[in-house]
């Protein structure tokens, strides 16, 4: 978390400067009630695309909020105040991010603890960063009690007799929404004939990002181990479906690691193969593990890039950092799974 610590402190730093003492009155309370996620609150945004909101949840309860958001916005989803050190009104969040109604309201990510940052003073406080926005539209956060969920459409999972408290919801990146001032009448206007329309010879297009499948240490029965200090590469499996071809990838592009920009590929092998056993082909390439930059608190690794014709792809996989003492006994073990899986 280094490196998103690090860009996320000279932004907060940056607006502070820019708000002075004032930046706190910045921040509106949360407004009930904003559930279910038909029915969420908006989020007010500044000229910086910031977004701060007060906040509590209640016992077997879950507060959403929307923002309006543009094709290509990097956000950044934070929760500060939440974990309090086991001091009254603690509470341990889980926050996702929903794709808009028209696709379901599907998760796009979540978190459940995150590595300590600035606002906050344990790991408990949800955080989510370098979230690409596909496409122009109504985004939903959704924030819990954990292990209480909203889920993809929408649906709450969880029960009442969790922990109940406060809590801060940070949202930036989001491309401000600018209001032009409406133009004052002109009198006596003189009609003039409308000019022909002239395209633009750079047509803009919403950045579509193509969500694809990767395996992490294919073959494996349980998730990835990683060791941030081994000199090994890691093998990552792109699955081929009906909507990505793997034959078309640009090699050259695919990046890999903890946020997706690591650029720490180091070959492909030849040609495809069938690595999950169906009917389409995948793609095996290979990672430098250093350069891929896990640390301790990762989850998931992070898989980006094009195909030939330019259009970009993004892809998740489970992943466990481990211990050099812990490296030897789990290295035993994905060879006995990957023989096992070369076997079947």
Partial sequence: MKKMNFVRSVMVGALLAAYGAGAAAQAVDEAEPNFPIATPQALQFDSFGVATINAFIGDGDADLYSFQAKAGDVVTLDIDGGAKN?????????MAVHLPEASGYVVMRGNDDAALDAGSVGSEDSYIANLVIPADGVYVVSVTGYP???????????STGNMTGSYTLIVSGVSPVVTEPAPEPEP???PAPEPEPVPSPFPQEPVEVNKITIDIKPGLRHIARIDPKSRREIPVALIGSRGFDVRKVDVDSLTFGRTGDEQSLKRCKPRPERVNRDRRVDLVCFFENQQAGFEATDEEGILRGVTVDGKPFEGTGMLKVVSEKR?????????????DHRGR
């Avoid at 086991?86 to 889980?94: C, K, L, N, Q």
């Avoid at 490296?327 to 990957?338: L, V």
């Fill in 86 to 94: 086991g001091a009254p009104g603690h509470i341990d969040t889980f």
């Fill in 148 to 158: 209480n969920q909203v889920v993809d459409g929408g649906v709450f999972r969880g």
């Fill in 188 to 190: 006596e206007p003189v």
């Fill in 327 to 339: 490296k030897h006994k789990h290295d035993r073990r994905d060879r006995r799974d990957r023989r």
